[in-house]
């Protein structure tokens, strides 16, 4: 998988939230995306999802049906979860997805609560867990999945300082591992653990 961008850009209205962005990100590897509030960040990971579709340019994912990938592992702002569910059954539903059998998909999910550091919430229900806990759980269920291609969506921005860390570094080994995390940040420091950051404002990468 390949993601590649030319000549991207989005408007709203009369007002162009970015333009002009050519890319090409292939795993395995960490892309953070930044820039301001407003600058589009979020809605290009729309775009690179096939949810949103581009008012310029083209961004496609190189596969073997070259068309944008509907099985993504999308880690998102107040994701939604099944809050009459444990955090446990939470995570295991992305490997589920993926038709991973039962065991394993809970397995998974095991380990991934411990990587994040929330293993013991495992049999809380979602509708018990505060809004830091959920996003945790939320990062943790997009992991299991082991997608090759991870769109998070600031997966920090509710977390204290030691869960960004935990957090950052688990992207960063799920890039190390194969896939193509790309992920939309304001926080320099998280951005820090990525390969590339790419500067949606400026339209520069380091």
Request: proline share 4%; with cysteine.
């Amino acid at each position: 998988m390949r993601i590649v961008a030319r000549d991207l850009g989005m408007r709203f209205g009369s007002r162009w939230l970015f333009q002009g962005l050519d890319f090409a990100w292939e795993p395995p590897s960490f892309v953070s995306v930044t820039g301001p509030s407003g600058s589009g960040k979020t809605t290009l990971l729309g775009v690179i999802s096939g949810s949103i579709q581009a008012s310029a340019g083209d961004c496609i994912a190189e596969t073997d049906e070259n068309r944008a990938p509907s099985s993504a592992g999308w880690i998102v702002q107040n994701s939604p979860l099944l809050v009459s569910r444990t955090a446990l059954e939470n995570v295991a539903l992305g490997p589920l997805f993926r038709r991973v059998p039962q065991s394993e998909s809970l397995a998974r999910a095991e380990q991934e609560m411990a990587r994040l550091g929330i293993e013991h919430l495992a049999n809380v229900r979602a509708k018990k867990l505060s809004g830091g806990e959920r996003q945790r759980v939320t990062v943790a269920r997009a992991l299991a999945s082991q997608a090759r291609l991870i769109l998070a969506d600031e997966p920090t921005s509710s977390l204290d300082a030691e869960a960004k860390v935990r957090v950052a570094t688990a992207l960063r080994s799920a890039a190390d591992d194969g896939a193509l995390v790309i992920m939309a940040t304001h926080d320099k420091d998280v951005a820090a653990f990525a390969d590339t950051v790419f500067d949606i404002g400026q339209r520069t990468t380091r």
